[in-house]
């Protein structure tokens, strides 16, 4: 398209010119909305930052040390400047660093960082899109505060943002900064960037392409990592209420660039390179979770002989390997149900054969048994008979015994009355 396209002169004022100006109306009437997430130990200050970047008291509760894990815990606030409108995201890791074992500490940050895009990606895959009233919850910009040790970066700050350089904009600052000197602050700062590049940990850097802010973005990436410190106590200093804080050996002033890096952290991060920012989210670390995502489903841009692939083609594809696999695992599971099922009968013939078998022994046991009852009752009767048998012999020899000692007492009566003396003998 590019090689047919020639430039011709306008002959008047036709009008396109205002795009831009449309464009800013059209923004500005939508609103802008801006995530950040705060990443560091309890205790670094980065509720009181949060609150002295957007000079605001934002309202939250204050965290322990006594968390059993890493809780992300998201807050949203509706923000008015002029006329525009911000739906600010703030984003706090609780609990990070306080545990004894903190090798997984970084997990859920990912987790939480690959939902948000999930979400996004999710509501791009729809039929029908909502994207520009969609509230965008991807995080744009990753404060990573570092405790001011003076030494070097823990291994947990190493991990957790090699962990989250491909994910999110880092952006790395060093918190309390007023608590070391300022030499050793800024041996601390080559120490860090020293440490981040032999790691390969790739930070966010300020854009440099755009000649307007190219000067002062090159000259804060030198200032990397930014020195902080945070206050919404307002001290009278000289004629002027100024955000400080107040210590026994004087004043530190959070505005004063000779005392920390606050105003240049302000600047870079809201002043100049929001949208960038929200740019980088959106073309390269949600681009990349996308690209990933898809070629896991299987979409490709092109095919093994580097033609490029239809969306159709692809979803014909896949649909076609899905229903492939669908129907093996079908198959699969209908020979599994049919061998079960043979299974099933074989155990059942087998429980009735063992049935038939004690139902036999059982019935052979009760024939035995009753044979024996029978035995023993012919046995029984036979001992009856037997027994009636006896007495009725017994009474009739008892009988005839009877009758024969009457006979014999009546023949003595009789020799007795014919002789008178047998009676007096």
Request: charged residues 30%.
């Amino acid at each position: 398209m590019g090689e047919g396209c020639r430039t011709v002169p306008l002959a008047g004022h036709v009008g396109f010119d205002s795009l831009p100006d449309q464009l800013v109306n059209k923004s500005v009437s939508q609103g802008f909305c801006f995530n950040i997430l705060c990443v560091g130990e309890t205790g670094l200050g980065k509720s009181t930052l949060m609150d002295t970047l957007f000079n605001t008291k934002f309202e939250g509760e204050p965290a322990t040390h006594t968390q059993p894990g890493v809780q992300l815990r998201s807050n949203t606030y509706d923000l008015q400047e002029s006329n525009v409108g911000l739906k600010l995201t703030i984003v706090s890791t609780v609990g990070f660093g306080d545990q004894i074992n903190k090798e997984d500490s970084y997990k859920p940050i990912v987790e939480f960082i690959d939902a948000q895009f999930e979400a996004y990606l999710q509501e791009e895959l729809k039929i029908r899109r909502v994207l520009h009233s969609y509230h965008d919850s991807r995080i744009h910009a990753c404060l990573y505060f570092i405790a001011p040790t003076g030494h070097s970066l823990k291994s947990l700050d190493l991990v957790t943002m090699k962990k989250l350089d491909s994910k999110v904009n880092i952006i790395p600052i060093i918190a309390k900064s007023d608590a070391i000197s300022k030499s050793e602050l800024t041996k601390f700062k080559i120490k860090i960037t020293s440490e981040l590049v032999s790691n390969g940990v790739q930070i966010y850097q300020f854009p440099t392409d755009d000649e307007s802010v190219a000067e002062i973005n090159g000259t804060m990436n030198a200032h990397l990592p930014f020195a902080v410190i945070g206050s919404t106590e307002e001290l009278k200093i000289g004629n002027k209420m100024m955000k400080a804080r107040q210590y026994p050996w004087g004043t530190v002033q959070v505005e004063n660039e000779a005392h920390c890096d606050f105003v240049k952290l302000r600047e870079m991060l809201i002043r100049v390179n929001m949208e960038d920012l929200r740019e980088q989210t959106h073309s390269r670390h949600y681009e990349l979770y996308r690209r990933c995502k898809l070629e896991e489903m299987g979409f490709k841009d092109t095919d093994p002989d580097s033609k490029p692939f239809s969306l159709q083609e692809t979803y014909e594809a896949k649909r076609n390997e899905f229903l492939g696999e669908l129907q093996k695992k079908e198959e699969e599971m209908r020979q599994m149900f049919v061998q079960r099922v043979k299974e099933k009968e074989a155990e059942l013939k087998e429980a009735e054969k063992e049935l038939h078998e004690k139902f036999d022994r059982l019935k052979k046991l009760h024939q035995d048994e009753k044979k024996k009852l029978e035995d023993k009752k012919k046995c029984l009767d036979d001992e009856v008979n037997a027994f009636k048998q006896r007495k009725t012999a017994a009474e009739l020899l008892q009988s005839q015994g009877s009758q024969a000692g009457g006979s014999q007492t009546l023949k003595r009566d009789k020799e007795k009355k014919n002789n008178p003396w047998l009676c007096t003998e």
